[in-house]
T-cell receptor
Framework: AQKITQTQPGMFVQEKEAVTLDCTYD???????LFWYKQPSSGEMIFLIY??????QNATEGRYSLNFQKARKSANLVISASQLGDSAMYFC????????????FGAGTTVTVRA | DAGVIQSPRHEVTEMGQEVTLRCKPI?????LFWYRQTMMRGLELLIY????????DSGMPEDRFSAKMPNASFSTLKIQPSEPRDSAVYFC??????????????FGQGTRLTVV
């Protein structure tokens, strides 16, 4: 069964606008971690932001924020004030206690920022 | 810290040949992951280790694939014999075992494998 679901294969966003990337997950654990990574065209995987299941506040890192809705099992990434350099593939990932802390990834969403 | 180091960065080999991919994790990291990325299948976890011990190899596609971690600073992923469908980018990543739920994995630059 798919643990991480990213339903948007590709998105376009205008420069300086915000964009929301969807991520839903499946777990029966109470304690788990959610991560977002960026993969630009150069290919490297860059960690962006983390959200713990017990965190009461939504995580933020600069222009990145996480809209965490635990009851709905969603952890959407919001990129504010998009820049051309934000054009990349974005992956949502999860680690679970019951799954030996395996780091599982979704299929990814490609974001293209237009000038 | 130099980060996760993978070698080679690119590998082109002929079908049937043995291929060995190498990874040096970040010093002090206890978890090591091997992923394969293709357009068709996305990012797949092949195998991962904790303290040099394989925890889950259910993602290894076939017996042609094997992985070892003889010590905390080195791991290999071997394909023997290689086939064209093994062409992909192979990533190695490592993370700390302490509080693994909130610890991100750091990725190497990847090895782009082409089997002709």
């Amino acid at each position: 069964a798919q643990k991480i679901t990213q339903t948007q294969p590709g998105m376009f966003v205008q420069e300086k606008e915000a964009v929301t990337l969807d991520c839903t997950y499946d777990t029966s654990d109470q304690s788990y971690g959610l991560f977002w990574y960026k993969q630009p065209s150069s290919g490297e995987m860059i960690f962006l932001i983390y959200q713990g299941s017990y965190d009461e506040q939504n995580a933020t890192e600069g222009r990145y924020s996480l809209n965490f809705q635990k009851a709905r099992k969603s952890a959407n990434l919001v990129i504010s004030a998009s820049q051309l350099g934000d054009s990349a593939m974005y992956f949502c990932a999860m680690r679970e206690n019951s799954n030996d802390y395996k780091l599982s990834f979704g299929a990814g969403t490609t974001v293209t920022v237009r000038a | 810290d130099a980060g996760v180091i993978q070698s080679p960065r690119h590998e082109v080999t002929e079908m049937g040949q043995e291929v060995t991919l190498r990874c040096k994790p970040i010093s002090g990291h206890d978890y090591l992951f091997w992923y394969r990325q293709t357009m068709m299948r996305g990012l797949e976890l092949l195998i991962y280790f904790n303290n040099n011990v394989p925890i889950d190899d259910s993602g290894m596609p076939e017996d042609r694939f094997s992985a070892k971690m003889p010590n905390a600073s080195f791991s290999t992923l071997k394909i023997q014999p290689s086939e064209p469908r093994d062409s992909a980018v192979y990533f190695c990543a490592s993370s700390l075992a302490r509080q693994p739920l909130n610890t991100e994995a750091f990725f190497g630059q990847g090895t782009r494998l082409t089997v002709v």
